[in-house]
T-cell receptor, first 115, second 114 residues
Framework: DAMVIQNPRYQVTQFGKPVTLSCSQT?????MYWYQQKSSQAPKLLFH???????NEADTPDNFQSRRPNTSFCFLDIRSPGLGDAAMYLC??????????????FGDGTRLSIL | KQEVTQIPAALSVPEGENLVLNCSFT??????LQWFRQDPGKGLTSLLL?????REQTSGRLNASLDKSSGRSTLYIAASQPGDSATYLC?????????????FGKGTKLSVKP
């Protein structure tokens, strides 16, 4: 059974048209992450929520924002997608307990295409 | 700044061979190292996680080792099967970085030929 679910699997949007990607989890993990992975590249962390606390990576463009209305759901909003934002977007969760961090669990990703 | 390197970028082996994938990292101040598998167009599946105090972890035909002082990890796959074909990524979790920020290598694309 899928524990980290991303919708949709494939998303096509127009240049400059706002788009929202969604992620839900049934693991009750306290941390949720959004990664961007471009073709043949390593996944790169955009931001994460530790409970309700939002943590933005220093080099994440302002064009990317996130919302976490409750423990189970997290959204990635791209306000004005550019051609360079075409990528696979991966959501992950983990349970942080002190310094012995648990594995991160990933969803199947949403592949975003920009026309 | 932590950098994670995986060599080779691609590997092709005949079915049944034992093989080793390599991962190196530049900063030994890590909490843990995690190996993932990624099938084409899919997300990441966690295979093994090694805490910084551990030397190895095993799951089925997979064995991962960690030598923190030398900045190296290996993933050993025994008796490879065509179903093992995928991209394998390693990632480290640094001290002092933002909570849970995994630093990934670019992966090794493995192809196991029947």
């Amino acid at each position: 059974d899928a524990m980290v679910i991303q919708n949709p699997r494939y998303q096509v949007t127009q240049f400059g048209k706002p788009v929202t990607l969604s992620c839900s989890q049934t693991l009750n993990h306290n941390v949720m992450y959004w990664y961007q992975q471009k073709s043949s590249q390593a996944p790169k962390l955009l931001f994460h929520y530790y409970d309700k606390d939002f943590n933005n990576e220093a080099d994440t463009p302002d064009n990317f924002q996130s919302r976490r209305p409750n423990t189970s759901f997290c959204f990635l909003d791209i306000r004005s997608p550019g051609l360079g934002d075409a990528a696979m977007y991966l959501c992950a969760t983990s349970k942080i307990t002190g310094v012995r961090n648990q594995p991160q669990h990933f969803g199947d990703g949403t592949r975003l295409s920009i026309l | 700044k932590q950098e994670v390197t995986q060599i080779p970028a691609a590997l092709s082996v005949p079915e049944g061979e034992n093989l080793v994938l390599n991962c190196s990292f530049t900063d030994s101040a890590i909490y843990n190292l995690q190996w993932f598998r990624q099938d084409p167009g899919k997300g990441l599946t966690s295979l093994l996680l090694i805490q910084s105090s551990q030397r190895e972890q095993t799951s089925g035909r997979l064995n991962a080792s960690l030598d923190k002082s030398s900045g190296r990890s290996t993933l050993y796959i025994a008796a490879s099967q065509p179903g093992d074909s995928a991209t394998y990524l390693c990632a480290v979790l640094n001290y002092g970085g933002s909570q849970g920020n995994l630093i990934f290598g670019k992966g090794t694309k493995l192809s196991v030929k029947p």
